[in-house]
């Protein structure tokens, strides 16, 4: 079955820099791949979506890659700043609208 | 305004007791889903329902059953409640796009 992964680190950066978080997937490319973010005592909130034949998805400050050879998307926040400080989920959506999610990194911008 | 709500936010009952969650949403969305969130295991599937009188297991369904008799409400049952079902519990809902809306989840403690 398709397993989604995530580095279960936390990653720790200072604020202004880009943070990227990396999500792998196995087995076949998802047609959609998506990004929640979710913070402590709350549900999950949808940021961006990348279809399988987009390379790049952006939104603001947010950007996403998606990369069928390595089975790989990238997740960057640019000039990142406290407020990001958030876990951040990787999903592949398949079927009939079921979601996999991977287990998150935790991202902390330190001031 | 539209909104996703789940009650109780905070839950504790014994070993064996059937227990309820409820899940309501305002958007007529017919496209319903639980999922458990538990530390190293992410967010994973329980129940899922595409309409009325709609049910459907996911990957963890064993204890847990749903029904869906009106397309706001899919309340959560767990039969015969378990040790390893405390968890915090998290129903989502989508209009068949791409993005799912997560409640703000309920933490339940079986002792």
């Known amino acids: 079955s398709q397993k989604i992964e995530q580095n279960s680190e936390a990653l720790n950066i200072q604020e202004g820099k880009t943070a990227t978080l990396t999500c792998n997937y196995t087995n076949y490319s998802p047609a959609y791949l998506q990004w929640y973010r979710q913070d402590p005592g709350r549900g999950p909130v949808f940021l961006l979506l990348?279809?399988?034949?987009?390379k790049e998805k952006r939104k603001e400050r947010l950007k996403v890659t998606f990369d069928t050879t390595l089975k790989q998307s990238l997740f960057h926040i640019t000039a990142s700043q406290p407020a990001d400080s958030a876990t951040y989920l990787c999903?592949?959506?398949?079927?009939?609208?079921?979601?996999?999610f991977g287990t998150g990194t935790k991202l902390q911008v330190i001031p | 305004d539209a909104e996703i709500t789940q009650s109780p936010r905070h839950k504790i009952t014994e070993t064996g007791r059937q227990v309820t969650l409820a899940c309501h949403q305002t958007w007529n969305h017919n496209n319903m889903f639980w999922y458990r969130q538990d530390l190293g295991h992410g967010l994973r599937l329980i129940h899922y329902?595409?309409?009325?009188?709609?049910?459907n297991k996911g990957e963890v369904s064993d204890g847990y059953s749903v029904s869906r008799s009106n397309t706001e409400d899919l309340p959560l049952t767990l039969e015969s409640a378990a040790s390893s079902q405390t968890s915090v519990y998290f129903c989502a809902s989508d209009p068949r796009t791409d993005t799912q809306y997560f409640g703000p989840g309920t933490r339940l403690t079986v002792l």
């Open positions: 329902s595409y309409g009325v009188h709609d049910t």
């Open positions: 990348i279809r399988e034949n987009e």
């Open positions: 999903a592949f959506l398949g079927g009939y609208q079921k979601v996999t």
